[in-house]
């Protein structure tokens, strides 16, 4: 059982940065995809962005390449999601995720993940 522990997050004025944090604890492996998800309410989980971390491959959602990056620490194993250039848009409860499935699927499906982390709420506001 991976436990997940999500910190980071808060409020941000537009063009502004934040970076989210996801602590993981228990059996994960380089080979299985890690990646984040984010919610409004009334919508669906989406995914904003993955990482295979054996192999380095990190994949984006259009909205946010070239504004967001993930990547994880190894020796610590947390996981990160860098937010920079925010936009009112990217507000949203945003979660991290691990699957034991070897295959990242693109785009990614909430369904495909088995761990989450608690969440939290980043909020974009002028």
């Known amino acids: 059982q991976v436990q997940h522990v999500q910190s980071g997050g808060g409020s941000v004025q537009p063009g502004g940065s934040l970076r989210l944090s996801c602590a993981l604890s228990g059996s994960t492996f380089d080979n299985n995809p890690m990646a984040w998800f984010r919610q409004v309410p009334g919508h669906e989980r989406k995914g904003v962005a993955a990482?295979?971390?054996?192999?380095?491959?990190?994949k984006y959602a259009d909205s946010v390449k070239g504004r967001f990056t993930i990547s994880r620490d190894s020796t610590k194993n947390i996981l990160y999601l860098e937010m920079n250039s925010l936009k009112l848009e990217d507000t949203a409860v945003y979660y991290c995720?691990?699957?034991?499935?070897?295959?990242?699927?693109?785009?990614?499906?909430?369904?495909?993940?088995?761990?989450w982390g608690q969440g939290t709420q980043v909020t974009v506001s002028s």
């Open positions: 990482i295979v971390p054996h192999t380095g491959l990190t």
């Open positions: 995720a691990t699957t034991s499935s070897l295959i990242l699927g693109w785009p990614l499906s909430a369904s495909r993940f088995s761990g």
